[in-house]
């Protein structure tokens, strides 16, 4: 077993209930992880100056909402956030998807299982580029530069467009396929090796956040286009 000085990663816990905060601390510094521990927005707030790997978001909380806080820190930062209710309604897992949460786990929980999330958010965040697309691929499109290696992309105007993770592969595996409609599970496949056990709005949730950032008008997308009950298409020239 790593001892918590190894990098096995930094997991920062925001839950107003106490016996929560401590049954995952106690476990995850078990198990080789740095643990830090929140009560509410501001202790978390403090506690984010330092490098997190991983925020274990409660969605329920006095004061402001574990989904308020989490849009919150995805307008500032990609580190990974998993959210964790007593509410395992459809609903919330929508709204907290759209506010770019990386995972969802309805109380009670079993503590391997949020483990085992936890592990699969640092996995997809140590990838350096997805399955579809060469490290060193550069595609350009409609005067957008992608540059898959570097996991950076440059609007027309020259400017740098902080995407998510997420936000990025899902770009990314699109762009790669121009013309070639893409169903839900073949983009779950590509981007988050189906992480969100086929919950297809994961994906609509995700499209909607990136035409946000490269569309002009995103209530009638030029470069991303749905494709009514299979999934999505890039319909953007690409020139690699």
């Excluded at 990838?127 to 409609?142: D, K, M, T, V």
């Excluded at 995407?163 to 779950?188: C, I, K, N, Q, W």
Aim: a neutral charge; glycine letters at 8%; hydrophobic letters at 40%.
């Amino acid at each position: 077993m790593a001892s918590p000085n190894e990098a096995a990663g930094h997991v920062l816990v925001v839950d107003d209930d106490q016996r929560i905060r401590q049954m995952l601390s106690r476990y995850f510094e078990k198990e080789g992880y740095r643990v830090s521990v929140a009560a509410d927005g501001q202790a978390m707030r403090a506690q984010l100056t330092d490098a997190v790997d991983v925020i274990l978001l409660d969605v329920v909380m006095p004061g402001e909402d574990g989904l308020t806080l989490a849009r919150e820190i995805r307008g500032k930062s990609d580190v990974g956030i998993i959210m964790l209710t007593g509410r395992d309604e459809v609903l919330d897992r929508i709204v907290g998807l759209e506010v770019g949460a990386d995972d969802y786990i309805p109380k009670p929980f079993h503590l391997r299982e949020v483990l085992a999330r936890v592990k699969s958010v640092l996995r997809r965040r140590a990838r350096p580029a997805i399955r579809s697309a060469p490290a060193a691929e550069l595609i350009c499109f409609e005067g957008w530069r992608l540059d898959v290696g570097r996991r950076q992309l440059v609007s027309p105007k020259g400017e740098d467009v902080a995407l998510t993770s997420g936000e990025f592969d899902l770009l990314a595996a699109l762009a790669s396929h121009p013309g070639r409609v893409l169903g839900r599970e073949a983009l779950m496949d590509l981007t988050r090796g189906r992480s969100w056990e086929n919950f297809d709005r994961a994906i609509d949730a995700q499209v909607a956040r990136l035409r946000k950032k490269i569309e002009a008008d995103p209530k009638n997308p030029t470069l991303v286009k749905s494709v009514r009950n299979v999934g999505y298409v890039f319909t953007g020239k690409v020139d690699r």
